[in-house]
Structures are given as structure tokens and as C-alpha cells.
């Protein structure tokens, strides 16, 4: 068995991607809020990220308790309305977050790359690799 190196140890682990953000919703929340930093309402996120009702609350629920995004209730023209922003350490944590991403996009293009060479080296079309 090889003997892993120090510079190798872990490499894959990717520890930046946040569980509380990868979740398809909430990054999907996270992303409409990062474009939209004066908020949107309920409504809004709700359009965007074609979530229901329920499914909305929950996920601003986990967003909220864990400091990304803050709520405020309040009303337009004597109707309730929810609007939601994103935070400054929602914010750092989101960009953080697709740093890393950025890191697995790049090693898998890299390993794509190296096994189509090497597939071409053998003489072999990248569906028979």
C-alpha cells in the first residue's frame, strides 16, 4: 500500500463546501439574495427558486438560524410582507463556499482532461475509454 504524502492527504475532501449551503434550495435562496442585496420579498424568492410556501419557510428557517439571511415582517399598504436579505457573513460564507466550488470544477476538468489525453494516447475514442 503507498503511503499517502502530506500534500496529498485529504485533497478531495473539498471541507469548504458548507452543508448548510449546498442543499440545492438554499443555494438556490442564497444566490437570488446575493444578486439582490436590498432583499426580496417571500413572493419573489418564492418565484425564483420555484419552491412552495412551506418549502420556502423551512429553508429561510435553517438560513436564519444559522446568521446567512435575516427576515424583517412588516407591511406594504396594510398587507403583510416578508422581505429577506442576505447578510454580511451569509455573504463571506457564500463566497467561501464557491471558492471551493470553483476548486471542483477545476479538478475535474483537469482529471477530464488527462483521461481524454490518455485515451487518445492509447488510440482509443473517448467513449471506449
Known sequence: MKAKTKSSEGRFAYEGLDRVIHERARLSLLTSLMTNPKGLSFNELKR???????????????????????????????????VCRITSAGRARYLEYLETLEQVVKDAAKGAKEASTSAAVRGLTPSRA
Do not use: F, W
Open 48 to 82: 425564483l427558486c420555484a419552491l412552495t410556501d412551506g418549502n420556502l419557510s423551512r429553508h429561510l428557517s435553517v438560513l436564519e438560524n444559522d446568521g446567512m439571511v435575516e427576515i424583517d415582517k412588516g407591511y406594504d399598504r396594510n398587507r403583510p410582507q416578508t
